[in-house]
C-alpha cells in the first residue's frame, strides 16, 4: 500500500528556533498534503493544506508566518515551526492524497515535537 | 460533511469481538462512512469504509444500517494490538482529491488480557 514518510519522528528544540519536518509520499504523487496537529488527550486538528507549487491554505486560527509550509514538489512536502515555544510542544501529523486517486487518505507516523 | 457521535470509551476482552457504534444521523446519499484507528505515539491507520453495503476485509467488517444513520466497526477477534481510538469519519466522496479528514474525539477501546 501506498506509504507516507515523516521525519523526524521526534524531535527537541530550544524556545525561540525553528524546527523542519518532512512529509515524504514514497511510491505515489500527492498533489496534496494536509497536516495536522494532535495536542494529549485530543483529536487531529487540521493546521493547513499545501498544494504543489502552490501557497498552503491555513485553517482559522493557525499563524501562516509562524507555521510555514513548502510543498515544493508532488512527494515533499515541509512544515517549519519557526520561534517555536513550549506552548508549540505537540504532535505533528502529515497526510497526503494521492494524485492518481484513492479511497483512502494515507498518513505518516507523526513527530513529537518538544519545545523547552 | 456529516457529524458523527461515538462512545468516548469501550472496553473488550482479548480474544472476543469488539463492536464499535457510530452515529450519523445526518449522513447525505453521497457521503461514505470511514474508520480509522490510531495506536498511541503514531499516525491514523485506515480500517475500512463504506457507503450503504456491509464490508469485510482482512483488518475488520463495517455494517451500515439500512437508513444509513448509523454504523458499527467489528473486530472479530479482538487482540490487545488494537487498543487504539477508533475514529468514525463521514465525507463526501470515494476519491481524496484535495479532502481532508475531520477527526472527532473518537472511541478509547482498550483490549484486556
Known amino acids: 500500500g501506498a506509504v507516507v514518510s515523516q521525519h523526524p519522528s521526534r524531535v527537541i ?5 525553528s524546527v523542519k519536518i518532512e512529509c515524504r509520499s514514497l511510491d505515489f504523487q500527492a ?4 497536516w495536522y496537529r494532535q495536542f494529549p488527550k485530543q483529536s487531529l486538528m487540521l ?13 482559522q486560527g493557525v499563524e501562516k508566518d509562524k507555521f510555514l509550509i513548502n510543498h515544493a514538489s508532488l512527494t515533499l512536502s515541509t512544515l517549519t515551526v519557526t520561534s517555536a515555544h513550549p506552548e508549540d510542544s505537540s504532535f505533528y501529523i502529515c497526510s497526503a492524497a494521492d494524485r492518481g486517486g484513492s479511497t483512502e487518505a494515507f ?3 507523526g513527530t513529537r515535537l518538544t519545545v523547552v | 460533511d456529516a457529524k ?8 473488550c476482552a482479548e480474544g472476543r469481538a469488539a463492536n464499535l457504534p457510530c ?5 447525505s446519499g453521497n457521503e461514505y462512512v470511514y474508520w480509522y484507528r490510531q495506536i498511541h505515539s503514531q499516525g491514523p491507520q485506515y480500517i475500512i469504509h463504506g457507503l450503504k453495503n456491509n464490508e ?3 483488518m475488520a467488517s463495517l455494517i451500515i444500517t439500512e437508513d444509513r444513520k448509523s454504523s458499527t466497526l467489528i473486530l472479530p477477534h479482538a487482540t490487545l494490538r488494537d487498543t487504539a481510538v477508533y475514529y468514525c469519519i463521514v465525507r463526501v466522496g470515494q476519491y481524496n482529491y484535495g479532502q481532508n479528514f475531520v477527526f472527532g474525539p473518537g472511541t478509547r477501546l482498550s483490549v484486556l488480557p
Open chain 2, 4 to 11: 458523527t457521535t461515538q462512545p468516548t470509551s469501550m472496553d
Open chain 1, 13 to 17: 528544540c530550544k524556545s525561540g528556533t
Open chain 2, 56 to 58: 469485510t476485509n482482512e
Open chain 1, 107 to 109: 498518513f505518516g507516523q
Open chain 2, 23 to 27: 452515529n450519523h444521523s445526518t449522513i
Open chain 1, 47 to 59: 493546521m493547513a493544506t499545501s498544494n504543489e507549487g502552490s501557497k498552503a491554505t491555513y485553517e
Open chain 1, 31 to 34: 498533489t496534496t498534503m494536509f
